[in-house]
T-cell receptor
Framework: NAGVTQTPKFRVLKTGQSMTLLCAQD?????MYWYRQDPGMGLRLIHY???????AKGEVPDGYNVSRLKKQNFLLGLESAAPSQTSVYFC???????????FGSGTRLTVV | GESVGLHLPTLSVQEGDNSIINCAYS??????FIWYKQESGKGPQFIID?????DKRQGQRVTVLLNKTVKHLSLQIAATQPGDSAVYFC????????????FGGGTRVLVKP
């Protein structure tokens, strides 16, 4: 049971490049989330999904898009990366009614 | 907007002593609270949670206290160990669709041998 798996773990992008971060969970969780964490700060919600085929904006959605085509996967896309998107990105999942989220180990993204 | 915050950014604790990490929240509608531990280079790890109909909950070496009157949450770690060194976050959930968590800024706990 792998839990929540994020790929890649590290990535360096040039300004204007695009990329997709993949999150996969094997716990059959309905809810999935993408957060970003900047140095010395807490996690801020980018986008989330309450089920396959549905997505919604979080606190800081600008510059990001997401897709939930399969229940177990939640993709985060950056269409045109900016230095302000340098951060550590965490994916999490949860089943309705259960306790805390299960987090992945993060993707460290640097935009130069 | 509504937010969750922490009083102390860094807490130094002698090994074996008890640790207390505090958290203030501002949204009286929040009905569920969670404490997470985050070690360097890792994702947040669930420690303990508490619902708003409770004022205390105990786990293994950890206790969470909730004071709804003053909107205050605390995490107590008994007999702090070197492995407890990490950043601790509190998070609140207002029970809306999707059960989105709002995280505080975090407190770093340093355990001195």
């Amino acid at each position: 049971n792998a839990g929540v798996t994020q790929t890649p773990k590290f990535r360096v992008l040039k300004t204007g490049q695009s990329m997709t971060l993949l999150c996969a969970q094997d716990m059959n969780h309905e809810y999935m989330y993408w957060y970003r964490q900047d140095p010395g700060m807490g996690l801020r919600l980018i986008h989330y999904s309450v089920g396959e085929g549905t997505t919604a904006k979080g606190e800081v959605p600008d510059g990001y898009n997401v897709s939930r085509l399969k229940k177990q996967n939640f993709l985060l896309g950056l269409e045109s990366a900016a230095p302000s998107q340098t951060s550590v990105y965490f994916c999490a999942s949860r089943h309705p009614g259960e306790g805390g989220y299960t987090f992945g180990s993060g993707t460290r993204l640097t935009v130069v | 907007g509504e937010s969750v915050g922490l009083h102390l950014p860094t807490l130094s604790v002698q090994e074996g002593d008890n640790s207390i990490i505090n958290c203030a929240y501002s949204n009286s509608a929040s009905d569920y609270f969670i404490w997470y531990k985050q070690e360097s280079g890792k994702g947040p790890q669930f420690i303990i949670d508490i619902r708003s109909n409770m004022d205390k909950r105990q786990g293994q070496r950890v206790t969470v206290l909730l004071n709804k009157t003053v909107k205050h949450l605390s995490l107590q770690i008994a007999a702090t160990q070197p492995g407890d060194s990490a950043v601790y976050f509190c998070a609140e959930n207002m029970g809306a669709a999707g059960n989105k968590l709002t995280f505080g800024g975090g407190t770093r706990v340093l355990v001195k041998p």
